[in-house]
């Protein structure tokens, strides 16, 4: 069963939308001969740019046969001297066969194996790679995914869903563990595109899946990278990279998920999974959640190894958190020992986190390593209440009809600034959005001593709108005496899925509707003297998709409309931050 499924669209935007909301079958058919030639041109140019010694005969072309002995020659020469490679299409199920590199190490064997899966492109997982893992007697595979490179299937997925490569996940690791040079032990490895097969193929739970290892990755393709809480992410635009058309428009772009039936299946996985998962990511990365969530489901089995440092998806932007070492004798096991069978796992599960802190100030609590066995942490669920008089306090205000509104416009949408955003992460300033007055901001007063939280934050909002349909941002920030204010988490939320991500329904104007507002996770400690502060408002580009107003997709901007935001502050419908405070 596909977890995620595009909703139907009438109308006469139906044929457009089509290719956006679950076209997996039309849009890797729709890839004509040409623009595969042009593709393959472009490639070629780009691997002679990066490797200028490949083109052979200098003559500034590089010829396929050219690229070819270059790139399995370059990877041979991470290996020890012998080591030897083949190419094969191994079949899956349903008879797709999927296109594999094979080198195997000098001498009889057998050995264990590593699998990389990767809608890169098998050679550019191998020419990653292969110094990390060729020196170390192990067997190194490396697959196209259906429907990419030359594998075959491009038929046959949905490239918005990641959910083939639970059973094709499976199926390989199986088919590798079968091969008379593989001693029955294999692990699946890869790093941020080349990472997401690998968390897949783990709830399919294969016998001889004895490792996972997931850096800045994540697994399903709508919680961790091309949706939060139904808002399309920047993120949506890597699908590219699955050979999916990703247009400007129409927008909104929505997709369904049944998050019910997705839990489910990580529940019956986690029953019986024996798999060492490893994990390393950073708070300010684009897909922090992931191994934090498989920490949760499968942590209890004692298997689980998550690291999360001060880091995002790109070099840091703002304030930079100082560098610091481990705690004394902590140490998470390493995936080619585990794989190998000569790691001593630790007795539990484990979760090593840098524990944030204010930069400035040189006694400031926080710029730490931790260390916890469970996920999430024991903590004290605690709201801060937004106030109409601009406050951030513990008390919700009285007054049952206090409000406060903005106008949201999408041709003026609100610029991002660092947070956990591609290529430019971290805690950003946001003064320069002080001018704006299509953000809500809310602010505490000074903290009287230190606030420490670890775990997830989240919102939940109050809202009504005059449109049938649009978008909540939500933002946390950390504000210094100097008055610099470092984003320190946000949220986003597509108004119709107040009922859930499987239920959408558009908004009656003036009704009162309740967002709980996924924020994602962070370790956090606020400064004595430090104010918190929350800031709302209906946009945050590119981070998230500008949405139109509109409930019914529409073409351009022609068809965007204002929307009028009222956000509720007292009494049953007080709006709140919630705050995961370690006592």
């Known amino acids: ?22 076209a997996g079958i039309a849009s890797s058919q729709s890839v004509g001969n040409e623009e595969r030639d042009a593709r393959a041109a472009g490639e070629l140019k780009s691997y002679l740019k990066q490797y200028p010694a490949a083109d052979a005969d200098g003559d500034g072309i590089l010829a396929v046969a050219e690229r070819d002995r270059h790139r399995r020659q370059t990877v041979l020469a991470k290996f020890p001297p012998g080591a030897t490679n083949y190419s094969t299409m191994i079949p899956m199920r349903d008879g797709v066969r999927l296109a594999t590199e094979i080198f195997l190490p000098p001498g009889p064997g057998p050995w264990p194996a590593v699998l990389t899966r990767t809608a890169y492109g098998r050679w550019s997982a191998a020419l990653r790679d292969a110094g990390t893992f060729g020196q170390h007697g192990v067997a190194f595979v490396t697959q196209d995914l259906r429907g990419d490179g030359d594998a075959e299937g491009a038929g046959t997925l949905d490239p918005l869903s990641f959910d083939n490569e639970i059973e094709d996940g499976y199926d390989a690791v199986e088919w590798v563990a079968r091969q008379p040079w593989c001693n029955g032990r294999v692990g699946i490895q890869g790093t941020s595109g080349h990472g997401f097969a690998g968390c897949m193929a783990m709830l399919a739970n294969p016998p001889h899946l004895v490792a996972v290892q997931s850096i800045n990755s994540g697994g399903n393709a709508y919680l961790y990278w091309t949706f939060q809480n139904g808002a399309r992410r920047y993120m949506f635009n890597w699908m590219k990279n699955r050979n999916a058309p990703v247009p400007d428009w129409p927008k909104p772009t929505i997709r369904l998920f049944d998050r019910a039936a997705y839990d489910a299946r990580v529940r019956r996985s986690a029953a019986s999974n024996h798999t060492v998962f490893i994990a390393k990511s950073g708070w300010y990365d684009i897909f922090a959640e992931g191994g934090l969530d498989y920490l949760a489901a499968f942590g209890a089995a004692g298997k689980v190894f998550v690291t999360m440092d001060a880091s995002g998806h790109g070099p840091m932007q703002g304030l930079k958190f100082p560098r610091r070492a481990f705690p004394a004798g902590i140490k998470t096991p390493e995936f080619i020992s585990v794989l190998k069978g000569a790691a001593e796992l630790p007795e539990r599960s484990m979760l090593l986190y840098y524990l944030m802190g204010d930069v400035v100030a040189s006694n400031a609590p926080g710029n730490v390593w931790k260390v916890a066995h469970a996920w999430p942490l ?21 007054a049952t009809n206090a409000c406060l509104s903005y106008v949201y416009a999408p041709g003026n949408p609100v610029p991002t600034l660092g947070g956990a955003m591609m290529g430019s992460p971290g805690p950003v300033d946001q003064r320069p959005l002080a001018a704006r007055t299509d953000i809500l901001r809310f602010l505490s007063e000074p903290l009287a ?9 989240r919102a939940e909002l109050c809202v009504s709108a005059d449109v049938p349909d649009t978008m909540f941002v939500v933002k946390l920030l950390d504000i210094y005496p100097d008055g610099y204010e470092a984003i320190v988490r946000e949220g986003a939320m597509t108004a119709r899925f107040h009922k859930g991500l499987d239920q959408p329904a558009p908004l009656e104007p003036g009704r009162i509707y309740k967002l709980e507002i996924d924020m994602w996770s962070t370790a956090y400690v606020f400064n004595a003297g430090h104010r918190l502060a929350v800031h709302v408002a209906g946009s945050d580009s590119p981070k998230y998709e500008v949405h139109p107003n509109t409930y019914a997709p529409c073409a351009g901007m022609d068809a965007a409309t204002p929307a009028r935001h009222t956000v509720y502050l007292g009494g049953a419908n007080a709006s709140c931050v919630i705050l995961p405070v370690i006592p």
């Open 378 to 398: 024991p903590h004290i669920a605690t709201r801060f209440y937004l106030r109409d008089s601009g406050a951030l306090a513990h008390e919700k205000s009285d």
């Open 449 to 457: 001593k230190p606030l420490e939280i670890t775990g997830k934050v």
């Open 1 to 22: 069963m596909n977890l995620i499924q595009a909703p139907a669209v009438a109308g006469i935007l139906a044929a457009s939308l089509f290719a956006i909301l679950g």
